[in-house]
């Protein structure tokens, strides 16, 4: 196998890039991004989840940490007391991404005012020639 053919970002088949869309979809949005990191320090209840990420709504993190319990990234544990009292944790497969993501969150503050700067140039060489492109962020 070439390493053309072991990019695994390169790839040409359907259904694999497909496959791989799915997954990244699932793992690579702020809120995701923002529950894993938080939760890679260690189990949090969810008013403590809410407090640490600014800017989520009840609504966006009870949905985000679903879709992470669906995924085998999070584990949801629920105690019979009164008020009750449910904490959140990474499973083994939720730490194993804590790499990726954080390699991902470095590369971004490291190149975040490039991006910025390349998407001003963008949109105003979109403006000079009267190009109808919206911009991208």
Same mark, same amino acid.
């Given at each position: 196998?070439? =390493?053309?053919?072991?990019?695994?970002? $390169? &790839?040409?088949?359907?259904?694999?890039?497909?496959?791989?869309?799915?997954?990244?979809?699932?793992? $690579?949005?702020?809120?995701?991004?923002?529950?894993? *990191?938080?939760?890679?320090? *260690?189990?949090?209840?969810?008013?403590? %989840?809410? @407090? @640490?990420?600014? *800017?989520?709504? +009840?609504?966006?993190?009870?949905?985000?940490?679903?879709?992470?319990?669906?995924?085998? %990234?999070?584990?949801?544990?629920?105690? =019979?007391?009164?008020?009750?009292?449910?904490?959140?944790?990474? &499973?083994?497969?939720? +730490?194993?991404?804590?790499?990726?993501?954080?390699?991902?969150?470095?590369?971004? $503050?490291?190149?975040?005012?490039?991006?910025?700067?390349?998407?001003?140039?963008?949109?105003?060489? =979109?403006?000079?020639?009267?190009?109808?492109? =919206?911009?991208?962020?």
């Amino acid at each position: 196998m070439t =390493a053309e053919q072991s990019n695994v970002l $390169a &790839t040409s088949d359907a259904d694999e890039c497909r496959g791989l869309a799915r997954v990244i979809s699932d793992v $690579a949005d702020k809120w995701t991004v923002m529950v894993v *990191g938080n939760l890679s320090e *260690g189990t949090l209840r969810f008013n403590e %989840l809410m @407090r @640490r990420i600014p *800017g989520v709504s +009840h609504r966006m993190l009870t949905l985000t940490l679903r879709g992470l319990e669906r995924n085998g %990234l999070v584990r949801r544990t629920a105690y =019979a007391t009164v008020p009750p009292r449910v904490d959140y944790e990474l &499973t083994p497969l939720g +730490h194993s991404l804590t790499a990726p993501l954080s390699a991902l969150a470095k590369w971004a $503050a490291a190149n975040r005012m490039e991006l910025q700067d390349a998407q001003i140039r963008y949109d105003g060489a =979109a403006a000079s020639n009267g190009s109808a492109r =919206a911009p991208l962020s």
